[in-house]
């Protein structure tokens, strides 16, 4: 029952090119490296992060409550609401105000949401394009790929590579692998879309309860510059990005970018909390599985998620295999725990991407326990049938051996026999181990054969 | 003081002289050493594949092997982790608990029961320290470098008393090395990728010993440096402890 091509087999293709792997390695650590240095400047880290773990969990156990009041607050600022239960919903309220007002420019800033909707896709096939106005999400768009990370979309490309892209699409110089040079093309490619925009698409960090006003956060200012000359603004969020009250972004906005990528805060972090005169500004609060996810108990902190990234760059298995590799919108860990709520058979594969080495957790800026969910979605998955049969027979003659000390030790002598008599049973392409590693030479007594030798 | 040793069921298979290290010194080290002889395995590599649900019957072979011990002390900070985490036991509850709170990783017991502080052994030689991960982010037996602890680590406590050896930090210190239980045979790929490069930053010291407290991160890095034809030997921290020239 597994994937045509699952994490492990993409993740073995990804590795073929071993030059590139290391440098995709080293590129995100040394981001992870930053992280370490901004968070190790601030006394109050640990302190923080509990804060802001504490934060989400009250906001999730009140959640309804706190859904209600954003949309009052943000209804008397004159925003419009619209409540999208699925992706498609939230696609289909999002078609509905572009051919309401029959609008062709339109920009999109980034947001996970809308890739986890393939509203992109979804426009495309009703002949609308939507142009992404992030840098790397752009350079993604035009190669027509999904980003491989969260907040460094294009983070598995080299700029070789952007410099093809571009003299591709923007007729750029051949060979000119300037990153100045490029950006620069970006800059005056994206600028007429900017300035020509009728609709302008962001996503939501932080929705204020108390204020009815939300938060984006960008370094690029690629938002701003957006919304700026659009007709209508929508903006759309998970139903989880709620916080209660303005005064908690002192505590998120300080953690999300120093785990991110080591900055004490993002270039733009835009607060918007009405429609400027003339203007529409629009909310698409999106559940999509929250509600369910937010009804597992062992899985529901998963929704504290702000999508920094830091597990990404931490997790050595990412920053190994990539984020193609992980065939969902947000990769890594965290989305390892949080896809196989949207689908468990697509996704039953990325529990396993995981060695459980915990790092994930120690670096979640709101003390999600990812590796540990990892491990109970591990038990979910098999329950639940999503297991191959060579794996499940597999497993449960080792639970059997194991529950029965002789028949452990008659095996293990034969183990042991084999490999040290007849070492081409194990010494052969079939078993995965022996394929770049030897397998441990098999002494000729147990311990604990030596050891009642001992006792005699 | 009656210590009951847990040989886990690979490393008694495949790597006794590990087992023998650690019996050898908690000996030496004035415990009164049992071995349960119809011990097998702590049910990890089930649990950690999804399977927690098949281990009752390991579980409780385990349950009736140690109970009754005042504390149980293993070579292995994985197994220990797990049964720290995990092993439950129907029939006996009770006997479950005490199993999970008096269980001890051998350089954690070494270091908070026995307060070893002056070990009588040598170990002329250059070596590497490879952090295991539920050792470091499971037991804390060391600090860890996403956290804002003070820096300590029991396993280097101990080394640093050996006489002769020189212990060597690779780049990244605590970076997984990828063997990851079963892990290291469906992501096979990414398995030998993180080993390798574990191995390169270990070889750019010019060690001549990888050494760490779970003998399944060395299996794995043995299994690589030994396809490399590398120089660099693994060696588990029991055995240099317990060595003496």
């Known amino acids: 029952m597994e994937n045509l091509k699952n994490h492990a087999t993409a993740a073995e293709e990804f590795i073929k090119d071993e030059p590139r792997t290391d440098w995709h390695d080293e590129t995100l650590w040394f981001v992870r490296q930053k992280r370490d240095l901004a968070a190790h400047t601030l006394p109050e880290w640990e302190e923080l992060r509990e804060w802001g773990s504490q934060i989400k969990n009250h906001t999730l ?3 309804d409550e706190y859904l209600e009041n954003f949309e009052t607050n943000a209804q008397a600022n004159g925003i419009k609401i619209h409540w999208a239960k699925d992706a498609e919903e939230h696609n289909q309220i999002i078609h509905k105000i572009i051919t309401d007002n029959k609008f062709e420019k339109i920009v999109k800033s980034k947001s996970m949401l809308t890739e986890e909707c393939h509203l992109n896709e979804f426009l495309i096939q009703k002949g609308i394009a939507v142009v992404d ?3 790397g999400e752009r350079i993604v768009q035009f190669r027509n790929e ?5 907040v460094l979309p294009a983070i598995h490309l080299k700029k070789q590579d952007v410099s093809e892209t571009f003299h591709k699409h923007l007729n750029t110089e051949k060979g000119n692998n300037d990153p100045q040079y490029l950006t620069e093309a970006a800059r005056q490619h994206l600028r007429n879309h900017f300035v020509e925009s009728e609709l302008a698409i962001t996503g939501v960090n932080f929705a204020v309860a108390e204020t009815g006003g939300f938060v984006v956060c960008t370094n690029e200012g690629n938002a701003d510059m957006g919304v ?13 990005k709620i916080i209660p009250k303005a005064e908690h ?8 970018t120093r785990s991110a990528t080591g900055q004490p805060i993002t270039t733009y972090s835009s607060h918007f909390n009405k429609p400027r005169p003339g203007q529409e500004m629009h909310i698409v609060i999106v559940d999509n599985g929250r509600s369910r996810q937010l009804g597992r108990a062992d899985f529901r902190n998963s929704l504290k998620c702000i999508r920094c990234a830091a597990c990404f760059n931490t997790c050595p298995v990412y920053r190994r295999s990539g984020g193609h590799s992980y065939h969902t919108a947000v990769a890594g860990p965290i989305g390892s725990i949080l896809s196989p709520n949207l689908d468990m058979r697509a996704n039953a594969d990325l529990p396993f991407a995981s060695t459980l080495c915990g790092s994930c957790s120690n670096v979640c800026p709101v003390k999600i326990d990812i590796h540990e969910q990892l491990w109970k979605w591990r038990q979910v998955l098999v329950n639940e049938g999503y297991v191959t049969t060579t794996k499940k027979i597999g497993m449960g003659g080792m639970a059997m051996v194991f529950a029965h000390p002789r028949l452990y030790r008659l095996l293990g002598s034969i183990g042991r026999k084999t490999i040290k008599w007849f070492p081409f049973f194990v010494n052969n392409k079939l078993n995965p181990w022996y394929k770049q590693r030897d397998m441990p030479e098999a002494p000729k007594e147990s311990f604990r054969d030596w050891f009642k030798k001992q006792q005699k | 003081m009656k210590v009951a040793l ?10 006794p002289n590990v087992g023998i290290a650690t019996y050898q010194l908690l000996k030496k080290l004035g415990c009164d050493v049992a071995f349960p002889l119809n011990q097998t395995c702590c049910g990890q590599p089930m649990a950690n594949s999804g399977f927690s649900a098949t281990t009752t019957g390991c579980d409780k072979n385990f349950v009736e092997n140690f109970k009754g011990f005042d504390y149980i002390v293993a070579p292995s900070g994985s197994c220990v982790l797990h049964i720290k985490d995990h092993l439950k036991d129907e029939q006996n509850p009770e006997e479950a608990k005490k199993i999970r709170n008096s269980i001890y990783e051998l350089t954690e017991f070494l270091v908070d029961i026995l307060k070893v502080t002056n070990l009588e052994s040598t170990f002329p030689h250059r070596v590497g320290m490879h952090i295991s991960c539920h050792g470091q982010r499971g037991l804390h037996l060391s600090s860890m470098t996403e956290t804002m602890d003070k820096p300590f680590s029991k396993p280097e406590q101990l080394l640093m008393q050996v006489k002769g050896l020189q212990l060597l930090t690779p780049e990244r210190p605590d970076e997984c090395c990828g063997f990851g239980g079963t892990f290291c045979v ?32 060395l299996m794995h890095l043995e299994g690589i440096l030994k396809r490399q034809n590398s120089r660099v030997k693994t060696i588990h921290i029991a055995e240099i402890l317990n060595h003496t020239v």
């Open chain 1, 146 to 150: 999904a980003p491989s990370h969260i």
């Open chain 1, 228 to 240: 700026n000359t659009a007709k209508i603004h929508i903006a759309c969020m998970g139903m989880e």
């Open chain 1, 249 to 256: 972004l002192a505590v998120f906005l300080r953690l999300l």
């Open chain 1, 61 to 63: 156990s009140n959640l």
């Open chain 2, 186 to 217: 469906f992501e096979e790929a990414v398995s030998v990728k993180m080993g390798k490069d574990r191995v390169k930053e270990h070889e750019a010291n010019d060690v001549e010993y990888i050494t760490a407290g779970d003998v399944s991160c």
């Open chain 1, 133 to 135: 106005t992030d840098l």
């Open chain 2, 6 to 15: 847990f040989v886990p069921c690979y490393i008694d298979q495949f790597y």
